[in-house]
């Protein structure tokens, strides 16, 4: 049990904090924004960022390169689909979600088989993150960006919520929808890429996507969709890395499978109440 | 006196010719009814008039101002209830929170809300019967409720036009009546210019003192009886026929969404 007073340990805790604070801000957002596989979009696109990242970083040695190009991939690519859903509507989200889903899994799956061994382990991590393994450098991106995230989120709630209730209501009002509601996208995506690297893109629906659709159906106000989302991820990551701790199994699945399992169980319960 | 004043106005998305050549002035106070059919440019003769949509041609003028360079201001002059099917309804906001929204919205950031606004927000809850709505979210209510939650947000901010867009599309007939009785009453005590759209006239005839028939065109408008008739209703519609029953107007109009 040495491991929990570990560094290694710090670190985990430390990312699976940000894990939840970034699961409740990427997920109850692009739920909220009502395009709800956007979160999904944005952390494979900063996979495919990571591995343009790892290929820069081959060349200037510069670690912290690869959080930065995975970060500002998943931001632009979330301002894209912005764009295409204000200008086609909701109905042109999947497509959109397809195609930058496509352009960022194919520049992975390219650019991975150039790699050397130890920069493809380290993209990979943005696929199933090894949470005990994640670096100062890369803490130090993450925490940064959960912050300046949760401020924007505070500072604008009221827009943000505004803009996903009701565009043309509030632009009728006299709010500036166009700037709320990139900003939203902007935040789903940095915060996104916070997500991938804390926990992996595989895990976005177990992390993000489910506890934040769980979310809307309990909250009795917006500001507990967060508080759920957050919660839940936090639980699951909290109890998972115990658990997989314990009983020597690897950590992001078993996340994974307690979120899941988190879900079911709410699931459940709203059935029997 | 005359608070809009719309000429020669052309909306055109890509293609589309929404609106074409449409004029009109609209005198205050009074309550204006706007139907056609579907697709026939209501929602975007609206939003041009809220400089929501880019005009093409033509001119528009509320108070004297000019929608699109005056945004703000004209925004702050009127409240807009937007068709239903606009607003993301499964969001659980607090009702209260909604209607507050009329007064945020108008505020610099950080839109702080004082008690006074809390106040001012129970009244026109008390005004059109949904105190008692006010801790409940958005979501759990009837189309009727929504609709008045949607007209307190656009009350609140005390406008001097208000607009609503098919404000009785999945309201209940008792609630239809009672929001047409506030709407009298807005008109009547604080001088409200009230515009609605819709595309079945017969709930809100008795509501109307104007009427403007349309599609792509102003068709007809003016008073009641002098704008509605099977000619006009003939060519928006493609057809229809006009019944005057024991002092009351109904028309009949086919089903059909041509323009
Ligand atoms: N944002 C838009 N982009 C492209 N076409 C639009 C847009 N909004 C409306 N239209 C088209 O303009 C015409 C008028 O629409 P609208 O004003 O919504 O009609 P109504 O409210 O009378 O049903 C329709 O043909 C509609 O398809
Ligand atoms: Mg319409």
């Not at chain 1, 895990?203 to 159906?217: C, G, K, N, R, V």
């Not at chain 2, 000619?231 to 009351?248: H, P, T």
Request: with cysteine; proline share 2%.
């Amino acid at each position: 049990m040495s491991l929990l007073y570990s560094p290694f340990m710090i670190n985990a805790l430390i990312g699976i904090i940000l894990g939840g604070i970034t699961a409740m801000i990427t997920g109850a957002l692009s739920t909220l924004r009502n395009v709800h596989y956007l979160s999904a979009e944005v952390t494979h696109s900063a996979l495919g960022g990571a591995a343009i990242g790892a290929l820069i970083y081959s060349q200037i040695e510069y670690e912290p390169i690869i959080f930065i190009t995975a970060t500002t991939f998943s931001i632009i690519s979330s301002i894209i689909t912005g764009y295409i859903v204000r200008e086609r509507g909701v109905e042109a989200t999947g497509l959109a979600i397809g195609v930058v889903l496509a352009i960022s899994l194919s520049t992975y799956s390219i650019v991975i088989g150039t790699l050397k061994a130890e920069l493809i382990i380290k993209v990979n991590s943005y696929l199933l993150s090894d949470i005990l393994l994640i670096t100062y450098s890369d803490l130090m991106g993450m925490t940064l960006i959960s912050f300046i995230g949760l401020i924007v989120l505070i500072a604008f709630y009221k827009e943000l919520i505004y803009v996903c209730f009701d565009m043309e209501g509030a632009e009728a009002l006299g709010l500036k929808t166009k700037i709320y509601d990139y900003m939203a996208f902007a935040l789903i995506g940095a915060t996104g890429a916070v997500l991938a690297r804390a926990m992996g893109a595989l895990l976005i629906y177990a992390l993000a996507i489910l506890p934040a659709a769980s979310s809307i159906e309990l909250s009795n106000s917006t500001s507990k969709i967060f508080i759920y989302t957050f919660t839940i991820s936090l639980i699951a990551g909290l109890a998972g890395i115990l658990i997989s701790l314990t009983l020597n199994l690897p950590t992001s699945g078993t996340i994974a499978a307690t979120a899941t399992t988190i879900y079911i169980l709410i699931k459940m319960a709203k059935k029997i109440i | 006196m005359s608070i809009i004043n719309v000429e020669n106005l052309t909306v055109t998305y890509d293609k589309i010719v929404a609106l074409e050549d449409v004029t009109f002035k609209i005198d205050t106070p009074s309550i204006n009814i706007i139907i056609g059919p579907n697709g026939a440019g209501k929602t975007t003769l609206l939003k041009a008039i809220m400089g929501l949509v880019k005009t093409t041609r033509g001119r528009i003028e509320v108070l004297g101002l000019n929608p699109m360079e005056k945004s703000f201001e004209v925004r702050k002059l009127m409240g807009y209830i937007p068709q239903r099917d606009r607003v993301m309804e499964g969001i659980p906001m607090k009702v209260t929170d909604v209607i507050l929204m009329g007064i945020a919205t108008k505020r610099e950031w950080p839109r702080i809300i004082s008690r006074e606004d809390l106040k001012e927000a129970e009244n026109i809850a008390e005004f059109l019967g949904i105190k008692d709505l006010m801790n409940k979210t958005f979501n759990q209510l009837s189309g009727g409720q929504k609709q008045k939650v949607l007209l307190a947000r656009a009350l609140i901010s005390k406008p001097k036009i208000l607009m609503l867009d098919e404000p009785f599309n999945g309201v209940d007939v008792i609630s239809q009546y009672s929001i047409m009785e506030k709407l009298k009453e807005l008109r009547k005590i604080n001088g409200t210019t009230i515009l609605l759209v819709t595309h079945d006239i017969n709930p809100v005839i008795e509501l109307a003192e104007n009427v403007m028939i349309i599609n792509r065109r102003v068709i007809a408008f003016g008073k009641v009886h002098e704008a509605l008739n099977e000619e006009s209703l003939s060519k928006a519609y493609g057809g229809g026929r006009i019944i005057f029953a024991e002092g009351k107007c109904y028309s009949i109009i086919g089903d059909t969404h041509h323009r």
